[in-house]
C-alpha cells in the first residue's frame, strides 16, 4: 500500500517554496564564500549543486558546513517527494507529518515521535 500526501496542491506549492528559499539562501551563503577568488553568482551556484556530480561541484560544496551541507541534502529530498506526491509522510512510520512541524522545518523527514526516538539512539551510542 502507497501512502500519498493529503497536502492539497496550494499548500504543497508552499512548501516547494519554502525548500527553495531555504535552499537559495545556503547556496547565496556559499557564492559570497567564493566571490573573492571565484566568479559565481547564485543562478549559477544553484545549477551547479544540481548537477552536483563534477569534482568542481564537490570541491564547491566544500564551502559549506556539515550542517549545511546535510540540510542541502534533505531540502532536495524532501523536494523530490513532493514531486513524488510522497511529502509529509514520515519516513519511519509513513504518518503525516504535522503542518505545524513542516511549516517550521520544510525538509523535515521525520514526525516529531520518530525523529525523538533516533535522537535518543544516537544519544545512547
Ligand atoms: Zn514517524
Redesign the pocket.
Known amino acids: 500500500m502507497t501512502v500519498k500526501t493529503r497536502l492539497t496542491k496550494k499548500e504543497k506549492e508552499e512548501f516547494r517554496k519554502l525548500l527553495l528559499e531555504r535552499k537559495k539562501s545556503i547556496i547565496s551563503k556559499l557564492s559570497r564564500y567564493y566571490a573573492e577568488s571565484k566568479e559565481i553568482d547564485t543562478d549559477t551556484a544553484l545549477d551547479l549543486v544540481d548537477k552536483a556530480e563534477t569534482t568542481y561541484t564537490r570541491d564547491f560544496l566544500l564551502g559549506l558546513t556539515d550542517s549545511e551541507r546535510e540540510q542541502l541534502e534533505m531540502i532536495d529530498q524532501a523536494l523530490e517527494r513532493l514531486k513524488k506526491d510522497e511529502y509529509g509522510l ?6 503525516e ?1 504535522s503542518k505545524k512541524r513542516l511549516q517550521a522545518i520544510p525538509w523535515a523527514a ?2 516529531i ?2 525523529q525523538e526516538k533516533k535522537e535518543g539512539e544516537s544519544r545512547g551510542r
Not at 90 to 95: R, S, T
Request: aromatic fraction near 10%; charged fraction near 20%; proline fraction near 0%.
Open positions: 514520515c519516513l519511519i512510520c509513513h504518518k507529518i521525520y514526525c515521535e520518530c
